[in-house]
């Protein structure tokens, strides 16, 4: 009965506040996004200063929509010569941008690439280490991704070793996961 007064008393304006407390208030997430935005101030660096968990921060990045996918993908769209690939809408909207984990196998394969936007997007990628190998975050459009999983289709070949094998599967399975939530329109 006390919870149903207590929701009563809320619903009509008796200054009950629902829910679990703010861990950050209104000034300090405000003051997080502007050191993750001007000043490139990593996740957990801020969630140390702050004293909060990882989590608090991320959730005040995505509720201010200033993390994920960088705004700059039309960089790696262009061709070398500056001019932008022609197509009929534009590649953003038609091909959405994704992060995804390559295996550190693969991204020293494709550091080697004949395809220059794989490999800038490839700089642009975060290390990620897991155990003794890594992965390397890249946030870029799925055709890019399917692009570097046709460059080191070598690596899954017959006469390749059983580690590139594995990454290589690792990585199709990740791009196909996301090619099919996008499909879904997730």
Do not use: F, W
């Not at 005040?60 to 929509?65: C, E, F, H, R």
Request: include cysteine.
């Amino acid at each position: 009965m006390a919870t149903k007064a207590s929701l009563s008393a809320a619903v009509h304006g008796r200054a009950q506040v629902l829910g679990r407390p703010a861990r950050l208030s209104p000034e300090q997430a405000a003051a997080v996004v502007a050191a993750h935005q001007n000043q490139g101030a990593a996740v957990k660096a801020l969630a140390r200063e702050y004293g909060v968990d990882p989590k608090v921060i991320r959730r005040a990045l995505d509720s201010a929509g200033v993390r994920g996918v960088p705004e700059d993908l039309g960089e790696l769209l262009e061709e070398p010569g500056g001019e932008e690939k022609a197509g009929p809408e534009s590649p953003a909207a038609a091909d959405p941008g994704v992060s995804i984990d390559v295996p550190g196998l693969l991204a020293e394969h494709l550091q080697d690439a004949a395809d220059v936007v794989v490999r800038d997007a490839l700089r642009g990628g975060r290390t990620i280490r897991r155990g003794q190998g890594y992965s390397l975050r890249v946030a870029a459009p799925l055709s890019i991704h399917r692009a570097a999983l046709e460059a080191c289709a070598a690596l899954a070949a017959d006469g390749a070793t059983p580690a590139g094998r594995k990454a290589y599967r690792v990585y199709a399975d990740r791009v196909e996961a996301r090619q099919s939530r996008a499909a879904r329109g997730q």
